[in-house]
């Protein structure tokens, strides 16, 4: 995915797909080991993301659109590119029903959807199709629906962007 | 009188200049101090694509080169340079090379934590700087770059939780085994996105080497900073650094402020702690584990290589060595700490006993160096105890004390320290 793109993906406040799940307490070292942090490229990272966890695990998380997880997904270091390792092995959002917070702040800074919302957590099953619009802050898995509280709007500007340095630049157009 | 604040609603409404700050307000602040390890050149390298952008404040940013040091492979050595030539570039002064240890450490040895202050880093353990009566926590690398360029940054105002521990703990029994305990009490999300004050006279009546033993551990239930109140050994350490007391503003929190929960916890009867493998509130006390096998021994990390800590675990190796066919790696944390453990005797010591003794800075615990084989073990004094951390995936790590780990050495298997400190030597001298 191209930076435009993953951008546009982002402004249009809906992303969505199949999902992957996982349990409770994935850290950054399983999302992202701090071997690979040599790197910031968004494509080199997805091919070692989640690699702790086996093959099986990587083949299904490439084929998937949203991450599904328990709670304090992303405890652990504040590398950002557990988020960016994502976003290359193409997620476009993560529902968990709870967020360590520096993986929080980098995934809305990197442009990576996170939302918290546990009831669409305990209905989801793994491949499930779960969409998330961050605008009207509703979840959706095969067609349910579940809510959950948008973003203030700091964060909101800032995921629409595509990130928080997209929204410095942006920020800086409109002063001029 | 107004409404009683926390300690973070104090830092964080002088911050942000703003008044009325609730938990869970966003308010942009400026932070007082910006530090980058290792991640600095991703720093550069995204804020070479914002052209135009000027700093706003170089006196800001800190550097330590700290993670990957010194360099191993050329990919590593390149990113170092990047780093040197933009300091020099840029006239960073708070720049310190491979030679100087962990950035958290480094940063306090020299004077630039100060108490009240808001400090951001590229690193989680950023909370470590509450030791010193400062607001640090951990944030990503294209936050410390856009905080380069405009000075501030947004930040949640969190809830706070009151941690008061009764002591005096028992002989062998640390800051570390107390801090183990509450993370496996409330869990690795038990303090997720608050901020930890640690109050009461046990507390207070801590180095400032050992608070930040807690304030670093406070990272692993989630927590945003963790704080000791600044008091008179804040200042007496300050002192000693050349940073007079009238050049800081101390945050001190209201009496009657408003706490999410305190947790009360008994030191006296708290026995060693062992953090198992995977997760940091894997805990257990160590009667449970003792007795299982070791590979290794990891001396190190910015939760416990200070002096006190590399002093403690020369305490008990002094006369003993390390049981064959275990490696015993200690990584002093900063240049200042080697420096003073080997005018002191302890670096000597640790030799004698068997052990080997690297450069100072992360070492082993971000996996550089020291790491593991397929199905070996180490007892760390580190903070983390993820899967592959050290090496292989199908390794273990355990984490506990410098005691626990350096009696573990002796035997070559998970060890209390009880079993090795006469009463006469337990109350380990504490230079830090």
């Not at chain 2, 340079?81 to 933009?86: I, P, S, T």
């Not at chain 2, 400090?119 to 944030?139: E, K, N, P, Q, R």
Request: with cysteine; net charge negative; hydrophobic share 40%.
């Amino acid at each position: 995915m191209t930076a435009d793109t993953h951008a546009a993906a982002t402004r249009s406040r809906r992303a969505g797909g199949p999902c992957i799940t996982f349990g409770d307490d994935v850290n950054t070292d399983v999302i992202i080991p701090g071997r690979y942090l040599v790197s910031i490229d968004p494509v080199e990272l997805a091919a070692h993301a989640f690699e702790p966890l086996g093959e099986e695990v990587q083949r299904r998380l490439l084929s998937a659109k949203v991450v599904v997880a328990g709670r304090n997904f992303g405890c652990g270091s504040a590398r950002e590119q557990a988020a960016t390792a994502l976003l290359g092995a193409g997620i476009e959002a993560v529902v968990a029903r709870s967020f360590a917070r520096v993986f929080f702040r980098n995934a809305i800074n990197t442009g990576l959807v996170a939302v918290e919302c546990p009831d669409a957590v305990a209905a989801a099953r793994d491949g499930d199709a779960v969409s998330v619009d961050h605008g009207s802050g509703e979840v959706t898995v095969e067609g349910r629906r579940y809510e959950f509280a948008p973003y203030p709007p700091t964060l909101s500007a800032i995921l629409d962007a595509g990130g928080l340095l997209p929204y410095l630049a942006g920020a800086e157009g409109a002063q001029r | 009188m107004s409404r009683p604040l926390t300690f973070a609603q104090k830092v964080l409404e002088r911050a942000s200049g703003e008044s009325g700050l609730e938990p869970g307000m966003i308010v942009d602040a400026y932070p007082d101090l910006y530090m980058s390890h290792v991640a600095s050149w991703r720093c550069i390298r995204t804020l070479e694509r914002m052209p135009g952008r000027t700093l706003f404040a170089p006196e800001r940013i800190a550097m330590v080169m700290d993670h990957l040091s010194p360099a191993q492979t050329s990919k590593t050595a390149e990113h170092h340079q990047l780093c040197r030539a933009f300091a020099r570039e840029h006239g960073i002064e708070k720049f310190w090379d491979v030679n100087a240890g962990i950035a958290h450490l480094v940063l306090m040895e020299n004077g630039h934590v100060l108490p009240g202050q808001l400090i951001i880093g590229t690193d989680s353990h950023s909370t470590i700087y509450g030791a010193l009566g400062a607001f640090g926590t951990g944030v990503g690398f294209s936050e410390i770059t856009a905080t380069w360029v405009t000075g501030k940054l947004w930040m949640k105002v969190p809830e706070s939780l009151r941690v008061e521990v009764d002591g005096p703990l028992q002989l062998g029994v640390f800051p570390k085994d107390v801090m183990l305990s509450l993370i496996g009490r409330v869990g690795a999300d038990g303090a997720t996105y608050c901020s930890v004050e640690f109050h009461g006279a046990w507390a207070q009546g801590l180095s400032v080497s050992e608070r930040a033993t807690l304030c670093n551990l406070s990272m692993e239930m989630g927590a945003k900073n963790a704080v000791v109140p600044a008091d008179e050994t804040t200042v007496a350490y300050l002192a000693e650094r050349g940073v007079a007391a009238d050049a800081y503003d101390p945050t001190w929190p209201d009496p009657g402020a408003t706490y999410r929960e305190t947790i009360q916890i008994d030191g006296r009867e708290l026995v060693p702690q062992v953090a198992c493998p995977h997760s940091v509130d894997n805990v257990r006390p160590i009667d449970e584990v003792a007795g299982s096998a070791l590979d290794q021994v990891f001396i190190g990390s910015c939760a416990n290589a200070k002096y006190d800590d590399l002093a403690q675990a020369a305490a008990i190796l002094e006369g003993r060595t390390v049981a064959s066919g275990v490696r015993l790696v200690v990584t002093p944390g900063s240049r200042q700490i080697l420096t003073d453990a080997v005018n002191s005797g302890i670096i000597a010591t640790l030799l004698e006993a068997g052990a080997l003794i690297t450069n100072p800075g992360c070492g082993a615990c971000a996996g550089d160096g020291g790491v593991m084989a397929d199905g070996e073990r180490t007892l760390s004094t580190a903070n983390r105890n993820f899967r592959g951390r050290m090496g292989s995936y199908e390794s273990e790590i355990f984490l506990a004390s410098p005691a626990t780990a350096a009696a573990s050495a002796v035997t070559g298997r998970i060890t209390d320290p009880r079993e090795f400190i006469p009463a006469s030597r337990a109350d380990v001298e504490v230079v830090a």
